[in-house]
């Protein structure tokens, strides 16, 4: 089994910063992609950023130039600094990652999700 964990999330004022971080473990051979998505209640899940394994980074529009995905390989983690937030940043911040696992019938490639880190930016 393979599992992410985030932590980072909080409370902070409009103009503030947090740093989220995603670890991933279990029966992981190698992690391809990596990334963020965000959601607040009653829409839709929305994408916010991704990291390939060796480092080429796009992020969506709303958050170009405020926000930093990064990663460290050695650790199976991902990071998302997030600089000169805004109210509407506020959501849910799920971790997502393209790994390639194992089990008794071999190996194969799948896509996890982490349980979600609230961040609340107030004004």
């Known amino acids: 089994q393979v599992h992410l964990v985030e932590s980072g999330g909080g409370l902070v004022q409009a103009g503030g910063s947090l740093r989220l971080s995603c670890a991933a473990s279990g029966s992981i051979v190698s992690i391809n992609a990596m990334g963020w998505y965000r959601q607040v209640p009653g829409k839709q899940r929305e994408w916010v950023t991704r990291i390939t394994r060796s480092g080429t980074t796009i992020y969506a529009d709303s958050v170009k130039g405020r926000f930093t995905v990064s990663r460290d390989n050695a650790k199976n983690t991902v990071y998302l600094q997030m600089n000169s937030l805004k109210s509407e940043d506020t959501a849910v911040y799920y971790c997502?990652?393209?790994?390639?696992?194992?089990?008794?019938?071999?190996?194969?490639?799948?896509?996890?999700w982490g349980q979600g880190t609230q961040v609340t930016v107030s004004t």
């Open positions: 997502n990652a393209e790994i390639l696992t194992y089990s008794a019938a071999g190996t194969y490639t799948a896509e996890y």
